[in-house]
Nanobody
């Protein structure tokens, strides 16, 4: 089992910044990628960014150049630095930890990000 805990959401004005953190604990020895998804009201959950254990990032087109994902393998933690936030970035952000070789994904409880003036 893997426990996933996110933090760092909140309310920010357009153009502002937020930093999300995600910490995984438990059976973390097999983790090789961690990611962030988001879900806005009435929309499907979508991938925002992911990063491999080797540090290779992947971004959705909608956040390229504005968001940066990074990781600390020693702490099994990933961060999502979000700059130049837009109202359309408003969503619940979820951290995901896929279990290698299975269809199992561990999810955090989600953290609300609201971009509004």
């Amino acid at each position: 089992q893997v426990q996933v805990v996110e933090s760092g959401g909140g309310l920010v004005q357009p153009g502002g910044s937020l930093r999300l953190s995600c910490a995984a604990s438990g059976s973390t020895f097999s983790i090789n990628v961690m990611g962030w998804y988001r879900q806005a009201p009435g929309k499907q959950r979508e991938l925002v960014a992911s990063i491999t254990k080797g540090g290779l990032p992947n971004y959705a087109d909608s956040v390229k150049g504005r968001f940066t994902i990074s990781g600390d393998n020693a702490k099994n933690t990933v961060y999502l630095q979000m700059n130049s936030l837009k109202p359309e970035d408003t969503a619940v952000y979820y951290c995901s930890v896929p279990r290698p070789g299975t269809r199992i994904t561990y999810w955090g409880q989600g953290t609300q990000v609201t971009v509004s003036s």
